[in-house]
């Protein structure tokens, strides 16, 4: 286990891999997004893996891992096909069983956060930021109006 303080190189099956574009038919384009999407989703469980849960940075993260769902958002093209991205999936969880815990990873490749023009740090947390807390209002007034319904 990586332990805080000691620092050393990844194992290769554990080194976040870069994707170089190239032009494709679009079968190949289709075959290698799958590929490219298979990478980022192995990738993240490696970083769960190694940072998240092998240094300790969150408490939760070892109890939620069996449930975990790591979801590519490849198709994202702007910021509201993002919301509507973290929406659906913020309606799965709300209607999963609280036991086991489960959580969603909602992960943006590359090419996605390019696209979004979110290529600093602060750039993307402050639309992500955005996109969470619409998908959150949106939800949570949805789940208050069938509260109301059932009164």
Known sequence: RHRLGRHRE?????????????????AE???SAAADDAAVERDTRAWLDTMVIGMNLCPFARAALPGTKIVVASDVT????????????LAILAA???????????????AVTDRLGATTHEGFMEG??????DATRE?????????????
């Open 10 to 26: 990844a194992p290769p099956s554990r080194r976040v891999r870069t994707h170089r574009a190239r032009t494709t038919s679009s």
């Open 29 to 31: 384009a289709s075959s």
């Open 78 to 89: 702007d910021a509201r096909s993002l919301r509507e991205a973290i929406a659906r999936e």
């Open 96 to 110: 999963a069983p609280t036991t086991p815990p489960v959580t969603t990873l909602v992960v943006l490749p590359p």
């Open 128 to 133: 992500a930021y955005r996109c969470a807390e």
């Open 139 to 151: 939800l949570t007034a949805a789940m208050a109006d069938d509260d109301d319904d059932d009164d």
